[in-house]
């Protein structure tokens, strides 16, 4: 599974890169390829492109604010939770971003 992402707190300093962090790496445990862009205090960085939001099967937004190209990902299957989220419970998020995906391959082939 494919997941990409966007972290961003409301200072735009920690939070959004520990998210990041947490978020890939519960990703990677999980066995998924994951790319989270972070908007802080410096900007856009790790910037999505357009050919990884369209591979992806779930996005996921960490964010607190309001965030920049939201409509990239319009269309697309999106769970948005406060950054805390990520931070605190990064391997449940994923798991639930999974059981999303699962459920709607599910429905499509019923």
Partial sequence: ???VGVAACTVGIAHTYIAQEKLENAAKKAGFEMKVETQGTIGIENELTQAEIDQADIVILAVDVKIANRER????RVIQVPTEVAVK?????IEKAKEVVDQEKAQVKG
């Fill in 89 to 93: 419970s990064p391997n449940k998020l």
């Fill in 1 to 3: 599974m494919k997941l």
């Fill in 73 to 76: 990902f319009d269309g697309k």
